[in-house]
């Protein structure tokens, strides 16, 4: 079972990579940075999933963000390089893995709770209002709750 976790652990921080890169780092950075299919991307999944957090991200979403890059994505090379090299022979890990999820799934409990009971019928853009639209959106953003959880548990005991 160890070898299963690890493996979802790797390629969850080998895919986190090129979503940091082409779809986070738009809510901070301008639009004439990324390339043009990568923005239409992202105004297609926030249109079709009503995510208002990428769309006009309130401060805190934007904090988050920000963390993102200035301590997780880091993370995630050195996370990957101790993954594949081995997790049992990288015992450093253990202390900077169980800080990252729990960082991790802290910020992302409160993306999932905003998602499921903001009140989003007056804001503009238009939010998810229905449960499934909301459903729906908290799927995008589960796993990685789900995920640095499963991390955490396993790194702690």
Known sequence: MAAVLDFIFLCYFITHIPISIFVDAQVLLPKWIFPTKVVELKAWYC???????MIDP????????????????????VAIY???????NCSWIRTPMIVYSAHVATTTAA????????DFSKSKPKGPTTQLERQALLMFY???????MLM????YI
């Open 58 to 77: 309130p401060a805190w979403f934007r904090t988050f963000v920000y963390c993102e890059f200035i301590f997780q994505f880091p993370f995630f090379i």
């Open 152 to 155: 955490l548990t396993n790194f």
């Open 82 to 88: 101790a993954f594949i090299k081995g997790i049992k």
């Open 142 to 148: 589960f796993p990685y709750l789900l995920i640095p």
């Open 47 to 53: 249109t079709e999933f009503k995510d208002t957090m």
């Open 111 to 118: 993306i999932c709770f905003h998602i499921m009971y903001n």
